[in-house]
């Protein structure tokens, strides 16, 4: 007893004691009553002359949702979800000292029979900077691991602080948690934050900056009766805790807040998109009370600005990708505008209550000088479109079928070219080479919505590399043979000769690709800047903790 009162134990804060509690259902949750959190800057422990130092601490924390909930055990980089965000410039290095003070036991469910898990801690990690063109070393390989004071460490471990040169273009970054087999719960439970790169091009365009340039890390998630996270544990006759296929929350959560409302001024306001989700894929749009549509200004993909700005009315954004987005709220003063998706549950019913995201207050007046008459640049970077047909020496070719295969438990699993991550390398590209990479989604059922399973589109990421979407051509799944088609090409009959064309809003740099159910998704790939060992994956998380991973070799040119 201390002072009359008892002495909090706080090694017990990471573990809650309401396993059984039952699901909150999403209707008994309020809408709009919380205001968006803006995640903090954070400042380097110290500088150089050419880079900043960053340590960063992750450690488990309690973190309160939403205004009727409870609070809920997370883990977070310095203790904060999502993590504290970290601004850079090209050019200049930032280097990072990533410590993990987090428990050795895991709040939500492990499964240990999955790779890496089962003669491995629970709790295990490892960060990667999403988009960054960086050295092997400091990629965050998910077997270069470590637990609390670097106790124990995967095989692929090398060092404790990350480097990070940022040659490249200025652009919206993420970084999360990747360590083999506990991804998934890991960035569920909180490891993720922003990382923003800034060039002096960038800084020169007429766009809106400071506090009119804001983050919007988008996720969905479920809660149990006391505001806990709820993740399920799915027992199985093999295992329990078991892996799922697929993780949907029933509410919508932006920077950390569920369904929460932003004030903003009658002016333009950058937004930089970021889906953070497990596993659900959006399209997004907004909406004011009248039901009107009202268009985004797309500024940049995944990989830094586009040739030219332009308006979209709706674009899709499945997990890890970004954009870039200018939303003008000059003329609507008074208004309430929602961001809003189009969602469907597993059984292909629209979930109604998770069709608003968040809302937008629109004030009557600005609380300085208005950019009214600030026309937004049209023209924003010089963009370099490759077309295979146009490059010599011609690019080689890989092909890739998104398979389906039974564990060792006998459960159904998630492959490529049906390998899992720990057969040896097949992808390995030569420095400074260009490739088209051909991938094939035949798990296609007619008729069934898209998103539904076994109609899943799997987003496809490339660690270092930065590409650009070709096309994407429908094909009929019902006599693919996926083994000619890895080999040579055929093996598959198209339903059209003419490919469509990428969606608008993927035309730019990308590092995520959406596959899509039946059909051929293509990319133009160059590899430069660092030869070693990555790797690639499907960033469904349950999908890329159960297998559905790569490794990635890029190796030195051969001049024979």
């Known amino acids: 007893m201390l002072n009359g009162h008892k002495r909090r134990d706080k090694r017990n804060d990471c573990y809650p004691s309401n396993a059984n509690l039952a699901v909150r259902p999403p209707g008994t949750i309020p809408k709009f009553v919380d205001e968006l959190p803006i995640p903090k800057v954070l400042k380097p422990v110290s500088r150089g002359g050419d880079y900043d130092y960053y340590e960063v601490e992750m450690k488990c924390a309690r973190h309160k949702f939403h205004r009727d909930l409870g609070e809920a055990v997370v883990y977070g980089y310095n203790g904060m979800y999502p993590g504290p965000t970290i601004e850079a410039m090209k050019g200049r290095t930032v280097m990072v000292k990533w410590i993990n003070n987090l428990p050795l036991k895991h709040f939500l469910p492990v499964d240990k029979t999955l790779d890496s898990a089962i003669d491995s801690p629970e709790v295990r990690t490892v960060v990667h900077l999403h988009g960054a063109n960086v050295a092997p070393d400091s990629d965050g390989h998910p077997d270069a691991?470590?637990?609390?004071?670097?106790?124990?460490?995967?095989?692929?471990?090398?060092?404790?602080?990350?480097?990070?040169?940022?040659?490249?273009?200025?652009?919206?970054?993420?970084?999360?948690?990747?360590?083999?087999?506990?991804?998934?719960?890991?960035?569920?439970?909180?490891?993720?934050?922003?990382?923003?790169?800034?060039?002096?091009?960038?800084?020169?365009?007429?766009?809106?900056?400071?506090?009119?340039?804001?983050?919007?890390?988008?996720?969905?998630?479920?809660?149990?009766?006391?505001?806990?996270?709820?993740?399920?544990?799915?027992?199985?006759?093999?295992?329990?805790?078991?892996?799922?296929?697929?993780?949907?929350?029933?509410?919508?959560?932006?920077?950390?807040?569920?369904?929460?409302?932003?004030?903003?001024?009658?002016?333009?306001?950058?937004?930089?998109?970021?889906?953070?989700?497990?596993?659900?894929?959006?399209?997004?749009?907004?909406?004011?009370?009248?039901?009107?549509?009202?268009?985004?200004?797309q500024i940049g993909t995944d990989g830094g600005m586009i040739e030219e700005s332009k308006p979209i009315e709706k674009f899709p954004l499945d997990p890890a990708e970004r954009l870039d987005v200018i939303i003008d709220f000059s003329n609507l003063a008074g208004k309430t505008i929602t961001l809003r998706t189009e969602e469907l549950d597993l059984a292909g019913n629209?979930?109604?209550?998770?069709?608003?995201?968040?809302?937008?207050?629109?004030?009557h007046k600005c609380k300085g000088v208005c950019d009214d008459d600030i026309v937004l640049p049209m023209k924003l970077r010089a963009f370099e479109e490759l077309d295979p047909d146009m490059l010599d020496p011609k690019p080689k070719v890989r092909r890739f079928v998104m398979t389906e295969d039974l564990d060792k438990q006998g459960r159904l699993m998630l492959t490529i070219n049906h390998k899992d991550f720990r057969d040896p390398a097949t992808e390995l590209p030569e420095y400074d080479s260009i490739e088209v990479w051909e991938l094939a989604n035949p798990v296609f059922v007619p008729g069934r919505p898209l998103g539904i399973p076994p109609n899943i589109t799997h987003p496809i990421h490339l660690h270092l590399a930065q590409f650009q979407v070709l096309n994407r051509q429908e094909f009929n799944v019902n006599n693919f043979n996926t083994k000619q088609w890895i080999q040579d090409g055929t093996g598959i009959q198209f339903v059209s000769e003419e490919a469509e064309a990428p969606d608008p809003s993927e035309l730019g740099w990308k590092d995520t690709v959406r596959v899509e159910p039946g059909k051929v998704t293509r990319i133009v790939v160059p590899f430069k800047n660092y030869t070693g060992e990555y790797v690639w994956h499907c960033h469904i998380l349950e999908h890329e903790d159960h297998e559905m991973m790569r490794p990635l070799i890029i190796v030195e040119r051969n001049c024979e």
């Open 145 to 297: 691991w470590f637990t609390r004071n670097y106790g124990i460490r995967g095989p692929k471990y090398s060092r404790q602080v990350y480097e990070y040169p940022n040659q490249q273009q200025a652009t919206t970054l993420w970084y999360h948690d990747h360590a083999m087999g506990v991804t998934r719960l890991n960035l569920y439970a909180g490891l993720a934050g922003f990382y923003l790169l800034h060039d002096f091009h960038e800084q020169c365009l007429n766009l809106p900056k400071g506090k009119y340039d804001i983050p919007l890390m988008i996720q969905d998630k479920t809660f149990r009766e006391d505001g806990s996270l709820f993740y399920p544990p799915n027992p199985t006759p093999s295992a329990n805790p078991s892996v799922v296929r697929a993780f949907i929350g029933n509410t919508m959560v932006v920077n950390g807040k569920v369904w929460p409302y932003l004030n903003v001024e009658p002016r333009k306001y950058r937004f930089r998109m970021l889906n953070a989700s497990n596993t659900n894929g959006f399209t997004f749009k907004l909406k004011d009370e009248d039901s009107n549509l009202h268009p985004f200004w």
């Open 350 to 363: 629209r979930e109604t209550f998770k069709e608003e995201v968040m809302q937008f207050r629109v004030g």
